[in-house]
């Protein structure tokens, strides 16, 4: 037993080897330095037999000790045996580190398993807005003449803050649950008219190039993140097996295998807005379903 195992990992490094050598992702930033909270672009390219498959990482993607904004995906360029891809990511850092570094991998489909193949590290140099504190300060002395306002009565203050208090207090006791489920409603509203607008948008380009992967996956994530907020359940993390478990199984099997299909299978569809058009249905339905529980608490 224990020696079938080992050659099991020798088998699986010696392959990951020989990928290694044919796949050499090249990651780099597009400016040396970066200060905090601005944002950076970093390209990822990577050329491969064109009888592969390779996806590049999404948004779901761990980009520490970046923030991820948003992807840029370029179309493949191919010649007689190879592809080229190519990637920019709008990142940028809220950590203090002088140096930081940044490697990404793509991922090798192999059937229903993947190979990670992992990029050069590339580093940009933190920019300090403050060089240099000095050691001591000077003050400069002003001996004119200063008004001095009166002392300020803090038995009166004391006694408006109690009655305020006391009235706040009471306000929330009796109209609190109103108060908050009014709250809640409106930022429920104003979530679901933003994906609705941000989906929509997406459907149309789909209807204008219904094999291209990177748009179709781009729009799996923007619902899945919206299904994250109203269904509090981490969404981005579960697989469509995972999402069907949750009880969906007969209204998303189809429309969740015909996308993974042409994601992970590269088996195009003519007609793939319609199964985000199916998407974007069940999702007002059950934003239409929290509601009611909210206003019915």
């Given at each position: 037993?224990?020696?079938?195992?080992?050659?099991?990992?020798?088998?699986?490094?010696?392959?990951?080897?020989?990928?290694?050598?044919?796949?050499?992702?090249?990651?780099?930033?597009?400016?040396?330095?970066?200060?905090?909270?601005?944002?950076?672009?970093?390209?990822?390219?990577?050329?491969?037999?064109?009888?592969?498959?390779?996806?590049?990482?999404d948004s779901t993607h761990d980009f520490a000790p970046f923030e991820f904004?948003?992807?840029?995906?370029?179309?493949?360029?191919?010649?007689?045996?190879?592809?080229?891809?190519?990637?920019?990511?709008?990142?940028?850092?809220?950590?203090?580190?002088?140096?930081?570094?940044?490697?990404?991998?793509?991922?090798?489909?192999?059937?229903?398993?993947?190979t990670i193949i992992r990029s050069n590290t590339d580093s940009v140099l933190?920019?300090?807005?403050?060089?240099?504190?000095?050691?001591?300060?000077?003050?400069?002395?002003?001996?004119?003449?200063?008004?001095?306002?009166?002392?300020?009565?803090?038995?009166?203050?004391?006694?408006?803050?109690?009655?305020?208090?006391?009235?706040?207090?009471?306000?929330?006791?009796?109209?609190?649950?109103?108060?908050?489920?009014?709250?809640?409603?409106?930022?429920?509203?104003?979530?679901?008219?933003?994906?609705?607008?941000?989906?929509?948008?997406?459907?149309?380009?789909?209807?204008?190039?219904?094999?291209?992967?990177?748009?179709?996956?781009?729009?799996?994530v923007i619902w899945k993140k919206y299904m994250e907020k109203i269904e509090?359940?981490?969404?981005?993390?579960?697989?469509?097996?995972?999402?069907?478990?949750?009880?969906?199984?007969?209204?998303?099997?189809?429309?969740?295998?015909?996308?993974?299909?042409?994601?992970?299978?590269?088996?195009?569809?003519?007609?793939?807005?319609?199964?985000?058009?199916?998407?974007?249905?069940?999702?007002?339905?059950?934003?239409?379903?929290?509601?009611?529980?909210?206003?019915?608490?």
């Open positions: 037993m224990g020696k079938s195992i080992s050659v099991g990992i020798l088998f699986s490094l010696i392959l990951s080897s020989t990928f290694a050598q044919e796949v050499s992702p090249y990651g780099k930033f597009q400016q040396d330095s970066v200060m905090i909270g601005e944002e950076i672009q970093y390209s990822l390219s990577v050329r491969y037999p064109k009888e592969w498959k390779v996806i590049f990482p904004y948003e992807k840029q995906y370029f179309p493949s360029r191919t010649d007689s045996t190879h592809v080229f891809d190519s990637a920019v990511y709008r990142l940028s850092t809220f950590e203090i580190d002088l140096v930081q570094q940044l490697q990404l991998p793509v991922y090798l489909l192999n059937g229903n398993d993947s933190f920019k300090e807005l403050v060089v240099q504190v000095p050691d001591s300060l000077k003050f400069r002395e002003n001996l004119s003449f200063q008004v001095v306002d009166y002392a300020f009565n803090y038995p009166y203050f004391m006694l408006g803050l109690g009655i305020f208090i006391v009235l706040a207090i009471g306000s929330f006791l009796v109209f609190g649950k109103s108060i908050r489920d009014k709250i809640k409603l409106y930022r429920m509203r104003k979530a679901y008219e933003k994906f609705s607008l941000q989906f929509e948008r997406g459907i149309i380009k789909i209807k204008q190039s219904e094999t291209n992967t990177a748009l179709i996956e781009e729009q799996l509090d359940r981490p969404f981005t993390k579960y697989t469509s097996k995972e999402i069907l478990q949750m009880g969906f199984e007969q209204e998303l099997k189809e429309v969740l295998q015909n996308i993974d299909m042409s994601i992970y299978g590269a088996i195009d569809s003519e007609e793939m807005h319609k199964n985000f058009e199916a998407l974007e249905d069940f999702t007002l339905v059950r934003y239409q379903t929290k509601v009611k529980e909210v206003k019915n608490g």
